[in-house]
């Protein structure tokens, strides 16, 4: 279930319930990608099985679904490319190309994903299916070669962080898995268990101190945005806005709540002001300056805003 869903789910339970519609267009297409995935796994499996894992199973055709479902994205600050975290594996967009290319051939379906570096990143999630030493779960997981090969860090077999978002050696995890908030305070090495307000749908430290959070949370009454000013320990309801969150500089904060509008606060998330729509619903979002915005679609596109989240261009087609 992705996040966006999960927002509408929330809503959904708060009011009467209507007939049932026709199954939406945006999860039939989810639908199908997730029977493709799984036909995809299939033939991995099958090919490990038989020790022929560098071939195709020329049984059934196999075409390569692409960086559809987006779970996260970055741009490596070593050459400013564009990567996209998803659930068929790593995806990269040079830095004047639309195309996205898979990284290494790998499958892994990578959930959190956050990059710290250049060429430096964290992840978790689900290993490639033809990776059958790996338990289920990755746990908090590194590479220091822009996303090629991965090595684990902790929680391996514990976690499948959701929600990833690092400030210098602080690190925040969503654990989708166990419903818990977790924060280290030194890179992932070691975790500490924080309170929550909720269902984690999304969360950003502020990038000067990162003590300071906001998150979005659903699944109670209260669901809404909060605020935390030390680490997470404790948290204030700030308003009842729900949706990605994205902290570029202390005085810009964004959100994209589900129905594709972008909002920017200068004040830490206490007001949100309407800047403007992507033109979908959203599945990640990533600031990487005050006015350089990225924001993915649910079938693989992605956007970028220059001016703030007033205006979007494609930057990636799958």
Known sequence: ?????????????ATPPKPEPRLPRGLL????AGVAGLVAAGALLWNDS???????????????????????????????????ATHTG?????PNSRKAVRIADRFQDTMGFSIVGPNRFLGSGHPDAREQKLPPLLGLIESADAGKTWTPISLLGEADFHVLRSAGARVYGYDASNDRLLASADAGQTWKEL?????????????????RLVTTSVGSLEQGMYASQNGGQS???LNDAVGLIAWPAPERLYLV????????????????ARRGEIGGQPAALLAVAKDDVYVALHDGTIKRSTDGGATWTVRSSP
């Open 90 to 94: 790593l995806f990269r967009a040079g």
């Open 235 to 237: 948290w204030k309801r």
């Open 29 to 32: 297409f989810l639908a199908a």
């Open 195 to 211: 309170d929550k307000p909720g269902q984690i749908v999304d969360l950003g430290p502020n990038p000067r101190n990162p003590q």
């Open 50 to 84: 038989q020790g022929e894992s560098e071939q195709a199973f020329t049984g059934v055709p196999f075409t390569d679904p692409g960086p559809i479902h987006v779970h996260g994205l970055g741009v490596n600050p070593a050459d400013g490319s564009l990567f996209i």
């Open 1 to 13: 279930m992705t996040r966006a869903t999960k927002i509408k789910k929330a809503r959904q339970q």
């Open 257 to 272: 709540d589900d129905q594709g509008q972008a909002l920017v606060s200068s004040d830490g998330g206490r007001t949100l």
